[in-house]
Every structure is written in C-alpha cells, then in structure tokens.
C-alpha cells in the first residue's frame, strides 16, 4: 500500500504555463518524483502540485471532475497527442504504468482557435455547447409522450445511436485535428439523432443549423485526415462524418 | 418542533393527482414574470431548469463545471428502474412503491416514495422522445435488466452508460431551452451563499471562477439541485467537484439538515491502490447479475491466484447468507457482508480489503461475448485501473462511499423549511430513506425535474408577487460581503498545510469512525477529531495565488471548510440515532446473526437539524414517520 515501493519512477515534466488567455505561456520543467505505476495521470499532477505548493510555486491549473473517463472535462496533451495517445482512453484514465523511469513528458492544452486558453491546460470549450443549442435535440416537451415502446426501434438502430451517443464531448477530436474542426463531435450528435425515428422529424432543419453554428464558432473544415477518430477517447468512428454528409445533402435536395 | 411534511391524505395512489388538482396555478402569461434560480445541472437541476424554462419561467442555471453536460450523473452507469411491466413479471407501480420503502429500510415517507412510483414510468417515455437509445431486443422493444433489492427486472439501460445518456438528454433539452432564450446558463460559477430575506429565499451569492467575481444573483425562488455529500469521506466515487457546500450553505441560513447519518457505500468499487489515490471507481451494480461475489474459506488460500482456489474451497457469501436474492442483495447488505469477511481475515489483494466478482460461471454459460455486450465498458475500465483481465481472472472489489440519502429536508412540494428554497434529487432528503437501491437515483432526479417541481413551484409561486426583491437590500450586500470575508481570510493564512493534507485527514477520521460501522466511541472519536482539523485549517492552510482569476486550490479550500463543518452534523446524527437502518450501521444495535436492527419505537422519524452556530449544539426536530399502506416489518432477504 506504500507509494514508495520498488517501482516508483522520477519524470521529468515539461508543462504549459499560462496565467490568463492574453498572457504569453511557456513550457516550464518540473521533477515528478516517486512516481507509482498504479496512480492516474492526474494524480501523478496532483502530487507535482502539492509539491509546487509546498515551494512557493503556484499550482498546475487542469480541468478535471469524475476521473472515471465519462464526464469529458479533463483535456491535456501529453507528449504531442490528446488524451495521451492509450487508445480509447481520456487522460485520467492514463496510468502511469505506460511510462517509464527516465522519462521526459511534455503536457500542453488543447490547442484550437475555437478552444482559447483560459490558464495553464485550461480552455474554454463553451463553442461546443453553442453547436448542441443550435439544434442538438429533439424539440420534444416535458410531459404528454406516448408509451416508450409505441415506437419500435430495431436493435441494430439503437445500438448505431448509441455507438454515436458515446461521445463524451472532451473536444480531443478539435484537439487532434490539424485543421481544429469539430466535425466528428458534430457528425456523433446528428447521426445519434438521425437514426432514431424521433429524430427524423427535424433531421434537415438540425443538419444545417449544427454545420452552420459549426462555422460560426471558429472551428476549421474536415478535409479527411481521421486524426479526430484515432484521438476519441470513446471510439467514435468517422463513419458518422459521412453520415452528416449524407444527411446535409438530403436536406439540401428537399 | 414537530414538522410536517404536508403530505396529502387519503388512498395512496390518488395522493399525487389530488395534490396536482389542489395546487394553485401560475397563469401562462404571468408565468415569464417570475424568476428561478436553479443551481446544479445534473439530472435533477438540468430537467428542471429545461422544464420550468418551456413552461415560460425566466431561468438562470449555475454550474460549477465548464458545461452542465459533466454533472456527476453522467457516471451512472447501470440503469434507471421503472415500473413499466415490459417483462410480464408481476411488476407495478404498487410493487415499485413497496420495494423503496422497504429497501429503504421503513425510513422514507410514503406519499413521496408513492409519486416517485408513480411518475417512474413517464421519465422513461420523455427520455425515449428525447433520443435516448436505450438498449432495445431485436423486435425492436425496450430492454430490462435486474437489480439490486428487486425480483422483477424493471432497470431500463443503455449498455454501462446511462447516466450519461439520461443526462445528455436532460442536457439537450436544456440546450433547447438557453437557445429559445427561456434559461440562462452560467457555467464556472459556483453558489457561495443564500441570501434570505425576511425568512424568504431569494437569491444566492456566487463566486465567477473564471474572474473570482463575487456578486449577487436574485430571483423570486431558489433550487437546488447540488447532489450528494460523501466527498466528505475524501475517496468516494463521486466526482472530485462533489461537495457540500451549496447544501451547507443553504444550512446555514436555516435550512434543515435531514438525516446526514445516511450514507451509501456501495458494495462493487476498485479496491484503493495507495496513499496517492484521488477517487475511487465503482463498477455497476448490474455487474452483480451474472458475477458472483466469494472469497476463500480459509486464511490460508487468500494469497493463492484464485483461479487455483478449488470450488469447494470457495465461500459464495451472499448466497449462502441470502439465498433468495443471493447475488443481488441491496447495497447495505452486500457492503456490509463483503466487510464481514474481510474483517475475518479472508479478504484478498492488497491490505486484504478486497473480494471477488467472478464471471467464470456466467462465461461458461453465456459465452465471453454475451458478457462482453453486457459490461464490455466496464471491463476496460477495470482493466485500465488494475491492469487485471476480467473476464480472466475475477475482478476485486471493496466498497466505498458512494451516494447521500440524507439531505436538506423539504416538503411533500420539495420546498424546504425557508420558503421560496426548493430542493431537488440527491440534494434532498425525501425518498431513499435509509438506504437507496439500484437505479433509482437517475429515477429520482428525472422525476424530481420533469414531473415534480413543475407542478409544486407554481403552487408556490402563485402565491407570491413576482420581482419582490432589490439587489441593493442590505442582506445581499451582507452575503456578499460575508463571502468576500471568508476568502479573504483563507488567503491571509499563509500556514504551511495545503488544503488536500487537511481533507485527506478529515477523510481518514470519517472513513475509520463513520464509514461502515459505527460505534458510540468511534463517533465520540470523530467528533474529538473533527474540531482540531477545523482550527487546524483556519491558522495553517496555505493558499496560494489570488481571488481574482482562476484559483482551483481556492475552490478546494472553501469545499473542505464547508466539509470540515458539516462533517461533525453528519456524526452528531449517527450518534443520536440509536439503532440500525439502511446504511447507517451502529455496532451496538444488531440482530444475533449481525443484521441490522431498527428501532421502531424511537427512532420512526425524520432527524432535521437546524444550525445554531459552528461548534454549536444543533437543535434537533422530528418528523414522524407514518405506514399506512406498508407493514413496518424486520427487513429480510433471505
């Protein structure tokens, strides 16, 4: 139960340091010392941070809630690729246990025009919620819905929405993407809702309300590199970006 | 005082209609005149805020994440129970109804367990409208799953998330709702204090965690919708921004703190690794449909691999203790058993505080795939903490502090002691009595959004004029100021502990006094302990940085200062309640076999304190708890 046990790693750390969105940052070095292979990643920063607390240095600002991989609030870069490069895993699920003694680990923010840097490896992602409000929904009101089952909803068509459904809306996707387009996190939310009969009603309306807030928020163009796809935490497939294609020229030709 | 929950009368299952009919209505066209604060975005605040927002209200929402798509009612993962009877299993809303009083071990009120029932089966169809793929059969039908203190299956699920799926749907119709311009969406903000005036409820103070600003907000009611509490615990599976500071703050001013003794620790949880550890992680309670939980029989086969642990050699404990609900036993239960042994020196892993869930027999009857379509997420959750291959070798579990059933008290109308203050899901008290089951927490929060609040805050509203209030009033420029005061005097410290030194060792006190069992000593103990922790945060915690911009130790410091506090409520209550119930667990009060004993003629009631100053005697008042339609009975799954 000890932290101090045989296979405990010194690191050292190259972390991006920002004191406000107009401040200049830099990448400051830190020691991480004792290091067990059993913490999180962000419990390897946690104890970095008391240590710069204890030295007069002020601490390493992250985003972070559940650290269980599913409310989609931690966001870093660690060595050149969002959420660590594990597949299908957000960095606080990242152990230690895949690095090594000795070694050197570079952490930065999401880095996007349309996520700018609040402090540190903080952003803000508030566009994202801006594409949901423009249509991300079934207009739907509270009360007076038929019987859950009134509507059949084959298995295979629950499971693709849900496959879809999945996306924890980190922004890895814009992270990863070398033209900061938030295509895939888009693509997830109108696929999930196409495919489900209550969804159909406002599929075109919603396609061309969710591309266009896409734009409108400073996010880049998709131009097919599927980097989007190989930094989800969740595995949501690119196949949901043909999907939105799919569906954006069906609104177009009605 | 005695206090009245001013539940409706008469047969139970007319109690919530009658109660609809004799609530007063808000005019459609009035309806924009009033204001509602909701604090909290989970499943409970986001479904409300979405819901009072189409109805007309003018809404400001608070969150203290960067979206309220991250509320922690995104890591449910099992499901949320309805009464709808797909499976033809001899469910309804009666039997609903039955199995959360009992599973609450006779510690709830019935007109609200009996409206929950009720309203069970509507949350379902709005979540199905909303786009929510619920797992489906090949017919194209809804799914359902057992759980946990239940013999019908009545647990709807998408595969291990549907927490997060019930609240993206919440979240998308809130979304809905900021678009159209009815809700206003503050996200980063944190409630700090509530500001009452006259007695009445009528704004919060918040601090902009972006600038630090502090400043006011008014409206003619207050909601909460702020979750749980057992972060006080420090481990626990609740998301690392869980606190109780909205809740205590509220306390403060006068609200009534229900039942704090309540806690749930939930039996399926990873097995704590060290001293670095942040949270711990639950694994769903579904997973206890097709895992067995065992240990060895004997001492001397705890180290083996327990693949090498022969059959015989194994002790199915909740089966042989509880053979009709075997495996799925309620989570008290199955907590308490899995420390039983434990404590009897047959634990395995790490400390020896660890049991398995073994799926070998359901693999070899179900195939690997089948389980993997069932839980696959949870095993690669599993195995990215432990680095163990589930479906190889069983998985360790041990429990951990999980859910809150006490609460601020409120009324049948939600609404607490102050008026014009409401409390919604975990927040509040009203429903779990002493002990929650399985997948109806997600089951409370929707009802308390979609069905409930709509209704009652009218009732309220109707009754008041709309805009009664001023930010110039002097006791919003004192809770502002207070607030100020409070920060201003952390950042004068300058000591030399930093703010998680402390909460560890307010964790470690809570968990070895308070946690499972709890004795007369023990919480004399804690409530020794806590006070010298408190003083030792108020001269020797370090701060660093400033007020104005984003200071993440800053929002730790004033959490654990409200923990610190609160924590000594929570074992003052479990000292006073001299019996077993649910999840509260006193070593003195059980039956020969070690099972809880209730004690019916003392303790039948509701325990609301009300704050009379910190270090100070609380006074305590009781609200009688009456069964009219369930027999108060010993409670057995055997």
Redesign the interface.
């Given at each position: 139960?000890?932290?101090h046990n045989a296979n405990t790693m010194n690191l050292k750390l190259h972390v991006w340091r920002q004191?406000?969105p107009d401040a200049p940052g830099k990448l400051e070095t830190y020691d991480a010392k004792h290091v067990?292979p059993?913490?999180?990643f962000?419990?390897m920063l946690?104890?970095v941070n008391?240590t710069l607390?204890?030295t007069?240095?002020?601490?390493i600002?992250f985003?972070?809630?559940?650290?269980?991989?599913?409310?989609?609030?931690c966001s870093q870069v660690v060595n050149g690729v969002a959420h660590g490069g594990q597949e299908?895993?957000t960095v606080c699920?990242l152990?230690m246990?895949s690095f090594q003694d000795g070694d050197s680990i570079f952490i930065e923010p999401w880095r996007a025009r349309a996520f700018p840097i609040?402090?540190d490896l903080?952003v803000?992602?508030?566009a994202?919620?801006t594409i949901?409000?423009?249509g991300?929904?079934?207009?739907?009101?509270?009360?007076g819905?038929?019987?859950?089952?009134a509507?059949?909803?084959?298995?295979p068509d629950?499971?693709y929405?849900?496959d879809a459904?999945?996306c924890?809306?980190c922004g890895a996707c814009v992270a990863g993407c070398p033209n900061g387009s938030a295509m895939l996190f888009t693509s997830a939310k109108v696929a999930?809702?196409a495919a489900?009969p209550?969804?159909k009603a406002e599929a075109a309306v919603r396609v061309h309300a969710m591309t266009e807030a896409l734009q409108g928020c400073g996010f880049g163009n998709c131009s097919n590199h599927y980097e989007c796809q190989a930094a989800c935490p969740k595995g949501i497939n690119v196949k949901f970006i043909a999907k939105l294609n799919r569906e954006y020229l069906k609104a177009a030709l009605n | 005082m005695i206090l009245d929950g001013k539940c409706p009368t008469g047969p139970i299952e007319k109690t919530w209609d009658k109660h609809c009919f004799d609530l007063k209505l808000v005019n459609p066209a009035n309806k924009r005149k009033y204001k509602v604060i909701m604090v909290g975005t989970g499943l409970a605040g986001g479904?409300a805020a979405?819901?009072l927002g189409?109805l007309g209200y003018n809404v400001e929402a608070f969150c203290y994440?960067?979206?309220?798509?991250?509320?922690?009612s995104?890591?449910a993962q099992g499901g949320i129970n309805a009464a709808?009877n797909?499976p033809n299993d001899g469910d309804s809303i009666y039997r609903l109804f039955y199995d959360t009083i009992k599973g609450g071990d006779f510690r709830a009120r019935e007109a609200d367990v009996w409206r929950l029932a009720q309203v069970s089966n509507?949350i379902?169809?709005?979540?199905?409208?909303?786009?929510?793929?619920?797992?489906?059969?090949?017919?194209?039908?809804?799914d359902n799953r057992s759980f946990g203190g239940a013999q019908v299956s009545r647990t709807f699920f998408?595969?291990g998330?549907t927490g997060?799926?019930l609240l993206?749907g919440a979240?998308?119709?809130l979304?809905?709702q900021?678009?159209a311009g009815t809700v206003k969406?503050f996200?980063r903000t944190e409630m700090l204090d509530l500001i009452v005036i006259d007695g009445v409820a009528k704004g919060i103070t918040i601090r902009d965690l972006?600038t630090g600003e502090i400043r006011a907000h008014m409206a003619d009611a207050v909601c909460l919708a702020t979750g749980g509490y057992v972060n006080v615990f420090y481990l626990s599976t609740n998301?690392?921004?869980c606190s109780v500071t909205a809740n205590w703050k509220a306390h403060k001013k006068g609200a009534y703190f229900a039942n704090p003794c309540y806690t749930q620790i939930h039996p399926t949880c990873i097995p704590?690794?060290?001293?670095?550890?942040?949270?711990l992680?639950?694994m769903s309670e579904s997973l206890r449909n097709d895992g067995r939980c065992w240990v060895p029989k004997k001492k001397e086969d705890c180290g083996k691999h327990p693949n090498e642990v022969a059959e015989e050699d194994r002790d199915y404990y909740l089966e042989r203790k509880y053979p009709s609900f075997g495996n799925l036993a309620p989570r008290d239960i199955a907590s308490r058993a899995a420390k039983e042994q434990c404590d009897d020196g047959r634990g395995v892993g790490?400390?020896g505080r660890g049991v398995y869930l073994d799926f070998a027999a359901s693999i070899k009857r179900l195939s690997e795939d089948t389980i993997r379509e069932r839980y696959g997420n949870l095993f690669?959750?599993y195995e990215?903490?432990t680095?163990e291959n589930g479906y190889k070798r069983p998985m360790r579990m041990y429990p951990a502090p999980h859910y809150a059933m006490g609460g601020l008290w409120v009324d049948y109308n939600l609404m607490s002691n102050v008026p014009g203050l409401f409390v919604l899901g975990e927040a509040n008290f009203s429903v779990h009595g002493a002990n929650r089951l399985g997948a109806s927490a997600l089951m409370q929060g929707l009802a308390d959004g979609?069905?409930v609040i709509?209704y009652t805050i009218g009732g309220y509203l109707a009754g008041i004029k709309p805009g009664d209030y001023s930010l110039d009033h002097a006791e919003v420029k004192k809770s502002i100021e207070d607030v100020k005061g409070d920060i201003n005097k952390m950042f004068s410290l300058k000591g030399k502990k930093?703010v998680?030194?402390i909460y560890r060792a307010l964790g470690k006190v809570m968990w070895e006094n308070v946690g499972m069992a709890r004795s007369d000593a023990s919480l004399k103990n804690a409530l020794k302990e806590i006070p010298k922790l408190r003083e030792e945060f108020w001269n020797n915690v370090?701060i660093?940085?400033d007020g104005g911009?984003?200071n993440?130790?800053l929002e730790n410091a004033g959490r654990v200062a409200d923990f610190l506090e609160f924590a000594e409520l929570l074992s003052k209550d479990a000292l006073t309640r001299e019996e077993s119930c649910g999840g509260h667990f006193r070593v003195e009060h059980q039956m020969p076999d070690g099972e809880a004993k209730r004690n019916d003629a003392d303790f039948c009631h509701v325990a609301a304190w009300e704050f009379k100053g910190v270090g100070k005697e609380p006074e305590l008042h009781k609200e009688p708890l009456k069964f009219d339609n369930v027999h108060l009975a010993v409670r057995s799954y055997k």
């Open positions: 139960m000890s932290e004191k406000g067990s059993d913490m999180s962000l419990e946690d104890e008391e607390i204890k007069g240095i002020d601490p600002a985003d972070h809630d559940c650290r269980e991989g599913i409310c989609g609030m299908r895993t699920q152990h246990r609040v402090k903080v803000d992602r508030s994202l919620d949901i409000q423009s991300g929904y079934t207009s739907c009101h509270t009360g819905i038929a019987d859950g089952n509507i059949l909803i084959p298995k629950a499971d929405a849900m459904a999945e924890i809306g999930q809702l489900l209550q969804g | 479904a979405a819901s189409e994440q960067d979206s309220p798509r991250r509320a922690h995104i890591a709808k797909y509507n379902i169809d709005q979540c199905v409208a909303q786009g929510v793929p619920f797992a489906r059969d090949y017919a194209g039908y809804l998408a595969r998330q997060q799926q993206l979240y998308s119709a979304s809905r900021i678009k969406m996200n972006i998301a690392m921004g704590q690794t060290g001293d670095h550890q942040s949270k992680t639950l790490p400390g690669e959750m990215k903490i680095d979609y069905f709509p930093t998680s030194e370090n660093s940085g911009e984003l993440q130790q």
